[in-house]
């Protein structure tokens, strides 16, 4: 409920202060298991994924996100298990007995849909980063379970890291075809970058210094 | 009904009939008409929202000018390359949007006329040297300014006309006065590319623009001009020799600015300004040609009449 109302307000602020150019919406999932795997420049990046999800599925859609920064503080950890619906991840690996991944595990066992940002942190703006290998691990355990990769690109112009003054942009959000668990992790990441690297030349971005 | 109310009855009649051709062309063309009937289904929309805006009450309209010039900006802001330093710059350079359109509400013509090519254009360059990050703050301080003349202060011009009084009793004044501004400007683009596409041969700038020709310039402007002389005394205090002079003006200014933004287009390598608006592009690409014929307009109207 609290979670369908906030997206209410995103999806009409995203709307009206950015402004999406979406292809291929069609081929983004809405029902699990599945995992969308995107490029990571701003915080917007979940919300604006997350507001182009129909608003009764939005309680099987889970982002994934690093448990150091949204489960830092007890009302922070609210937000993101109660309003975003995070699975937390440890990133530094503290503890070691307990697979880092285990709630992803978990979701799609129960047919949700993660959304996983491999670079790991938003990083410089607009630019991709190497990815890291966590997502090649669910894609094993799960073979059968589509993963879609998404392109992003404006929002790390609206919302940097370090800024929190929202400037409108026009954003790109495009859409991949799904593939599947290639056989092996190193081919995995691979395939994964070079979804990336097809859609992020689909079209001439403005240069952002 | 006032003559008003006839001429927008008019456009409804143009857009039926255009868009039963287009469905005739469809159900018999072999070849992928699309694209034509989503431009005719955007007409709809866009004619739509302009019909309300202009019924309900000048304000509603000096709103949605004031969203198009929003809409242009971030377009203009989103294809063009920003700096990161600028971000605040970009903020203010949008606050400007509502702050002109209130001189229009208004209508507080002095500054109104000023406001941006002063104020702006001088505060502008001083926010972007706060960051102290002088590369690129040429580029950056001329790439903003024109943004702002192109997408706001041209655009709030079309505006700016709905408040003028009627010249004489019973006169449309400015409603009628934006009505034929937008219609003629509207019109001339598709009369211009209708003519291209039928009898199109000889290039006219094809360094910019490939695809517009002589005959699309040429049968556009006789087109608009027929239609100038015919529509001026339903809509406007105009003379004949007034609605002839600016029904050469409105294509011919439509043309430029259309070739303007294309020039800006093919710089930095994108076909469409954005895809706002199904099968006409972005928004920048549907009132390329108003940027140009609004402030002319408004001018010649304001120099004879105002």
Known sequence: MLQKVFYIFIKIAVLFLLGLNVRRKELLPDTGPAIIVANHNSHLDTMVLMALMPLDRLKDIKPVAAADYFFSTPKMEWISEHVLGIIPVERSGAKKSVDPLQGCYGALEQNKVLILFPEGSRGEPEKMIDLKKGVSYIAERFPDVPVVPVFTHGLGKALPRGSWLLVPFFCDIFVGDAFNWTGDRASFMITLQERFQTLSKEKNFASWE | ?306
Not at chain 2, 104 to 109: A, N
Not at chain 2, 127 to 155: E, P, R, Y
Not at chain 2, 214 to 226: A, D, M, N, R
Not at chain 2, 237 to 244: K, Q
């Open chain 2, 1 to 306: 009904m006032t003559s008003f109310h006839w001429a927008i009855a008019g456009i409804w009649g143009l857009l039926i009939v255009a868009s039963i051709i287009v469905f005739t062309i469809s159900k018999r063309s072999a070849k992928d008409v699309s694209e034509l009937v989503q431009r005719t289904q955007s007409w709809w929309v866009m004619i739509g929202i302009f019909t309300v805006a202009f019924l309900v009450n000048p304000v509603i309209s000096i709103i949605v000018f004031g969203l198009i010039s929003f809409l242009a900006l971030k377009e203009y802001f989103s294809m063009i390359p920003t700096r990161r330093a600028d971000r605040r710059v970009l903020l203010w350079a949008y606050l400007s949007i509502p702050i002109q359109y209130f001189w229009v509400y208004d209508s507080y013509y002095g500054m109104f006329a000023v406001f941006i090519p002063v104020y702006m254009f001088l505060f502008l360059p001083f926010a972007s040297l706060i960051s102290q990050q002088t590369d690129g703050f040429l580029k950056s301080v001329g790439t903003l300014n024109w943004g702002l003349m192109l997408c706001v202060f041209s655009i709030s011009h079309a505006a700016f006309l709905i408040t003028l009084p009627p010249v004489t009793d019973g006169g449309a004044g400015g409603p009628g006065l934006l009505l034929f501004l937008v219609f003629l400007t509207q019109f001339n683009d598709v009369a211009q590319y209708t003519w291209g596409k039928m009898f199109g041969r000889h290039k006219i700038i094809p360094g910019v623009s490939p695809n517009k020709t002589w005959e699309g310039f040429l049968g556009g402007v006789g087109t608009t001009f027929v239609l100038a002389v015919l529509t001026a005394p339903l809509v406007t205090p105009f003379s004949l020799a007034h609605a002839a002079a600016i029904g050469l003006i409105i294509p011919v200014a439509g043309f430029v600015g259309d070739v303007t933004v294309s020039a800006l287009k093919r710089d930095l390598g994108v076909k469409d300004t954005g895809s706002l608006i199904p099968g006409h592009g972005g928004i920048l690409d549907r009132i390329d040609s108003l940027t140009f014929t609004a402030a002319i307009f408004f001018h010649f109207t304001r120099f004879f009449f105002y």
